[in-house]
């Protein structure tokens, strides 16, 4: 299945292939347009929006009763596309918010928070995302339905969950025109805890972040 005949005439909209493989692709292609940089201000708060509705598709991946593929053995999809550039635009882009603090699994108790990348995070995501795509266009589409509900399971959906407070965090701080705490010097190959991640973080006002990525407190 090409690109031109994802979304034939013949097909039901109604379908929940149909659905899922609409919402995936409009996510695949509005982050790479967000990666180009053409309208940096509006970045945040449209990755705000697209993850929101990648999560619904997500949530009703999650709810579907198990999907099984046609055959024991996945078919080779093909070689996997590069991300390191899209990674590296999303980086530039987000580069006053990208490193965040996320505790990694909520029901394990006393666990500390670690830190993570939003431009990390999203092309994560995007390639667990193509690989359901590649073949969901090749016409396997019930194997593309497993790929997409067993990667939701195991890695994209809290991935996306993450990511999605994130964004959210620092369209609230903005728009409630709260101080944002910013991990100054923080990495992502740190293992921190709350007392290390306080000492860190130096205090910015939201106005900073504001500006460059066009988001205006609340009157």
Avoid: C
């Amino acid at each position: 299945m090409s690109d031109a005949t994802l979304h034939a005439t013949h097909q039901n909209p109604d379908d929940f292939a149909v659905q899922i493989a609409d919402q995936i692709e409009s996510f695949l292609v509005a982050v790479t347009e967000v990666a180009k940089g053409d309208e940096p201000d509006s970045a945040v708060p449209f990755l705000l929006l697209e993850v929101s509705q990648l999560l619904l598709a997500g949530g009703r991946l999650g709810a579907h009763e198990d999907i099984v593929p046609d055959e024991r053995y996945e078919p080779d999809p093909g070689p996997e596309q590069d991300v390191d550039e899209l990674r590296e635009n999303l980086a530039r882009i987000l580069d006053p918010i990208d490193v965040y603090s996320e505790v990694f699994d909520p029901y394990e108790p006393r666990k500390a928070p670690v830190p993570a990348r939003i431009s990390d995070d999203l092309t994560d995501v995007i390639t667990d995302l193509r690989h359901g795509m590649a073949h969901y266009r090749a016409g396997r589409t019930t194997e593309a339905l497993w790929w997409w509900q067993f990667s939701y399971f195991s890695n994209w959906g809290s991935t996306a969950s993450a990511t999605l407070r994130a964004l959210q965090s620092v369209v609230a701080h903005v728009r409630l025109n709260q101080p944002l705490a910013e991990l100054d010097g923080l990495d992502t190959d740190q293992d921190i805890g709350d007392e290390t991640l306080e000492a860190e973080a130096g205090q910015v006002m939201a106005e900073e972040i504001a500006g460059p990525l066009g988001l205006r407190p609340v009157q």
